[in-house]
């Protein structure tokens, strides 16, 4: 009965119910193995006993109170976001759209701060995605994406991946800012090379550019450090986070570099909802496992995931490459990817398959190593029916 749904989505017929971890049940009790976490969303999995009882607790004390009045959560999730990606100070967001949406106005507004009001345009790469309100959908550069939309906002370059000439071009005619998702996620899991991150921070720094690192799907832990680009020694001076950060509820953030903190005063930039008690609640919890064992145990699954990933790789030669760090992984197929991904779907395993070609794998943090064993099981099972 969903006639009265908008199709911006085709939607599989299973009607998931409950979940206990990395497990999701449909609504005639078949399990299945939830290795898409909701787009990289249910970092704690699904009824997450520390979850429930914080989100029970809080529902019960008070869940919105907005952000003309401090609350002590909103103020403990930016202190420990400020030390977990060694930046400053946090503006919150419902969702990863807005945090870029939010990157933008406060580069276009630092610059004029800097005295630089003609610096408005951005720089993005091929191959990133943004988000779908307007203005980082200007950002992204999929033209199935934005045709249907045009014209978006102008000032926009994009350049390819790897392509550093392009880059040097782009970043001295002089945008606000550039934007990098360290990982592609819907790029199909495309990891720039340590090198290509740490030159555009240097082009950044020679030309005055802020560099604005989009982690809102390879962010939050989901590589084992927190940032990714943290496995690259670059600080960028925005960061952007959102998808696993509340496990499962709305939330974004933007966190900035302390020469930054000062760039929005009061009335350039808000939000009803963002960074209430409810959503920081749950981030609490996210945060509290991830320093308590989560982020070591996302790099014991990642690389079990890897192991196993590679030995498959090996025997199936639809297999063209493995991509991804942690617990963001691609199989690249040389062949029949989105019929792949329906045979893993109907052998029990979710999956998704993106950039036409690549299964993108996106377990939950607390994924056990039997699930992990499970899901290699399968996914080598089906390539070899295939
Ligand atoms: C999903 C995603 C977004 C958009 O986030 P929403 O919460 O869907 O608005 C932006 N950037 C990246 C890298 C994403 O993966």
């Known amino acids: 009965m969903d006639e009265h749904v908008i199709r911006t989505y085709v939607r599989q017929p299973e009607v998931f119910v409950a979940g206990n971890g990395a497990r999701l049940l449909d609504v005639e009790g078949r399990e299945w193995l939830d290795f898409l976490g909701g787009i990289a969303v249910s970092a704690l999995g699904h009824g997450h006993p520390r979850l429930v009882e914080a989100l029970s607790d809080q529902a019960r004390k008070v869940l919105h109170v907005s952000n003309l009045f401090r609350h002590p959560y909103t103020e403990e999730v930016a202190g420990r976001l400020a030390r977990l990606t060694e930046l400053d100070a946090v503006f919150f967001t419902n969702s990863g759209t807005e945090a870029n949406e939010c990157a933008m106005k406060l580069a276009r507004k630092r610059q004029r701060m800097l005295g630089h009001p003609d610096r408005t345009g951005f720089v993005a790469l091929e191959g990133g995605f943004h988000g779908r309100t307007l203005g980082s959908l200007s950002l992204t550069a999929g033209a199935k994406y934005r045709d249907p939309f045009a014209p978006l906002i102008p000032g926009v370059t994009f350049v390819g991946r790897g392509d550093l000439d392009a880059l040097e071009r782009a970043l001295r005619a002089r945008p606000a800012a550039l934007f990098v998702e360290p990982i592609q996620g819907e790029g199909g899991i495309y990891e720039h090379p340590t090198a290509f991150l740490q030159t555009a921070r240097r082009l950044c720094d020679e030309t005055g550019t802020l560099l604005v690192h989009d982690e809102v799907q390879c962010g939050t832990g989901r590589t084992g450090r927190f940032l990714c680009a943290q496995h690259h020694g670059v600080r960028p ?43 920081t609640r749950a981030a609490l919890v996210l945060l509290d496992e991830l320093e308590n064992g989560l982020l070591d145990q996302v790099v014991a699954r990642g690389a079990r995931l890897d192991a196993g990933l590679r030995r498959i790789a090996a025997e199936r030669p639809i297999v063209t490459e493995l991509r991804g760090r942690g617990l963001i992984r691609g199989v690249r197929l040389g062949r029949n990817a989105p019929d792949v991904q329906k045979a893993l779907f109907a052998n029990g395993l979710i999956t998704n ?12 943090y607390v994924v056990t190593e039997a699930d992990v064993d499970r899901a290699l099981e399968i996914l080598d099972a089906t390539l070899a029916a295939i």
Not at 353 to 364: A, E, F, K
């Open 353 to 364: 398959c993106t950039s036409g070609d690549v299964i993108r794998l996106l377990p939950p």
């Open 237 to 279: 001076d925005i960061v952007t986070i959102a998808k696993p950060l509340a496990a499962g509820l709305p939330m974004g953030a933007v966190v900035v570099a302390p020469e930054l903190r000062e760039t929005f005063v009061p009335g350039d930039h808000g939000s009803t909802f963002a960074g209430g008690p409810f959503v």
